[in-house]
């Protein structure tokens, strides 16, 4: 079965460490996304992707970079980790830059930055 | 800018009562509304969308909500909560007839026994 899956799971890291989380979807979609979760603000968008060599900025994407090389991978990267980029990321992908099909989520990566 | 709220950050009912999650949006045209749940340490699982036609529309797990234009508003219903319910609730709304989701900040239920 097709899926989105996120690596690694958890990850503690240090002040000031260059991370990447890994994200990888087999639908072949055209679009992916990267948010964080905070407690009491939802998921905020990080960057996004519509295509190979397509990235653009959301809402809160200071700090963090991503590249798009293929359809299948949007690797996100903290250049410079800093405490307040301990949170949830979510990866997600859709099929279409229409408006009119949902999200798929991966399972999600705990960072914690010490 | 778009913005989602929902006014409940969290919500406790008894399993087998019935439950409504509030959900309001702010957006200018018609919206591209969404229902998400997010069950302890997973990702997030599409309860059900709105796009067009029947403002009442029928989701998965026994879910159902109901687009009111001029309230703004996309309220979750379930007349029968179950146990399993418990879990945090994401409405969203696409922006600018794109892929671009605006979320709200979640409502987590509880439920007792």
């Known amino acids: 079965d097709a899926e989105i899956t996120q690596s690694p799971r958890h990850k503690i890291t240090e002040t000031g460490r260059q991370v990447t989380l890994a994200c990888h979807q087999t639908?072949?979609?055209?679009?992916m996304f990267w948010y964080r979760q905070d407690l009491g603000h939802g998921l905020r968008l990080i960057h996004y992707s519509y295509g190979v060599q397509d990235t653009n900025k959301g809402e809160v994407s200071d700090g963090y970079s991503v590249s798009r090389s293929n359809t299948e991978d949007l690797p996100l990267t903290l250049e410079s980790a800093a405490s307040s980029q301990t949170s949830v990321y979510f990866c997600?992908?859709?099929?279409?830059?229409?408006?009119?099909?949902?999200?798929?989520f991966g399972p999600g990566t705990r960072l914690t930055v010490t | 800018a778009q913005s989602v709220t929902q006014p409940d950050i969290h919500i406790t009912v008894s399993e087998g009562a019935s439950l409504e999650l509030r959900c309001n949006y702010s957006y200018g045209a018609t919206p591209y509304l969404f229902w998400y749940v997010q069950s302890p340490g997973q990702g997030l699982q599409l309860l059900l969308k709105?796009?067009?036609?029947?403002?009442l529309v029928q989701g998965i797990k026994g879910f159902e909500a109901e687009f009111k234009r001029s309230q703004s508003s996309f309220n979750l219903r379930k007349p029968s909560v179950h146990w399993s319910d418990a879990a945090e609730y994401f409405c969203?709304?696409?922006?600018?007839?794109?892929?671009?989701?605006?979320f709200g900040p979640g409502t987590r239920l509880s439920v007792l026994p």
């Open positions: 709105y796009f067009s036609g029947d403002t």
């Open positions: 639908w072949n979609h055209n679009n």
């Open positions: 997600a992908s859709s099929p279409s830059r229409q408006g009119l099909y949902e999200q798929y």
């Open positions: 969203a709304v696409v922006e600018n007839y794109g892929q671009n989701f605006v």
